[in-house]
């Protein structure tokens, strides 16, 4: 069966105002952004406004629910325009927020999906470790079931955001020994006053993309609660990877 490979109209269309808003807002100032090496405030509430970061989202959370098609037309523009803010902001719309998305209850996608999807909280993904990158099965940060939720004790390094994020998901083991069966993901949210959470580590200084700030995240025997845990049971969190990843790396 032959498989047509033509954009709809409305892909075009949607791909034409992305190539315009990418081209005003973005490129005049990219070669700037990836000189000063900090993370762009102003662009990304700018581009938050317009309602991009909602691109895969549901509609009664504020997202666009896009078709698959439109998303990929959606990154390849934004990359065009600056790869560094194309990482932070693919990172909010897939990996920073897909497990909540997916496995959050309610008050979790209330108080944090809505307004990652505004661009009023940023979010990240914690997978790489001193010890692991491709390896996931080399993952030490330990997650102990405690009265009433878990405990996370690890280091997490390479993290997208990780110096201005406000929550992460967070892969962490139950038991080293156990290898990929081991793993979960818990949303942490950023230490506070009144809160328990991560810390942002040392930033790390990259050779380009830089106005995508990547560094440490420190989770120092963190409490979460029970409604953290983002899974259906224990040991799955590998097969939840699978699932997110193959869409990242397309
Ligand atoms: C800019 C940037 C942003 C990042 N952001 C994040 C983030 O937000 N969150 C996060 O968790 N991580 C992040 N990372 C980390 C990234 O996911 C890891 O770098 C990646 O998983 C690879 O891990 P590694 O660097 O340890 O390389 P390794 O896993 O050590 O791989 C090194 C090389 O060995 C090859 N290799 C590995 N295993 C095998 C094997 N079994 N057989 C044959 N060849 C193999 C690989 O293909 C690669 O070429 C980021 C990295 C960068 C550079």
């Known amino acids: 069966m032959a498989i047509d490979f033509t954009f709809t109209e409305e892909q075009e269309f949607f791909r034409q105002t992305v190539r315009d808003t990418v081209n005003r807002l973005i490129l005049p100032k990219a070669a700037e952004l990836d000189e000063k090496e900090e993370f762009p405030w102003d662009l990304w509430k700018e581009f938050a406004g317009l309602g991009y970061l909602g691109l895969r989202h549901e509609e009664r959370y504020g997202g666009m629910a ?22 932070s902001v693919i990172m909010q719309i897939l990996m ?16 944090i999906l809505v307004p990652a999807i505004k661009g009023e909280k940023i979010g990240t993904i914690c997978f790489t470790e001193d010890q692991s990158g491709s390896d996931l099965g080399g993952t030490r940060t330990l997650a102990t079931k405690v009265d009433g939720g878990w405990r996370i004790n690890g280091r997490k390094q ?32 950023r230490k506070t006053e009144t809160r328990d959470g991560f810390v942002p580590g040392q930033k790390l200084h990259k050779l380009g993309s830089r106005c995508s700030v990547t560094g440490e995240v420190v989770l120092d025997h963190v ?28």
């Open 96 to 111: 920073g927020t897909y497990f909540i998305s997916r496995f959050g209850n309610e008050e979790i996608k209330q108080r």
């Open 66 to 87: 896009t078709d698959t098609i439109s998303q990929m037309i959606f990154y390849e523009e934004l990359a065009r325009g600056s790869c560094g803010f194309a990482m």
């Open 158 to 189: 390479w993290i997208t955001n990780g110096p201005i994020a406000d929550f992460a998901t967070v892969m962490a083991t139950v038991d080293p020994k156990l290898g990929l069966k081991g793993l979960n993901f818990y949303l942490v949210e």
């Open 223 to 250: 409490f979460v609660p029970d409604e953290n845990f983002l899974g259906e049971e224990v040991g799955k969190g590998v097969q939840y990877a699978g699932d997110i990843l193959n869409e990242v790396r397309v």
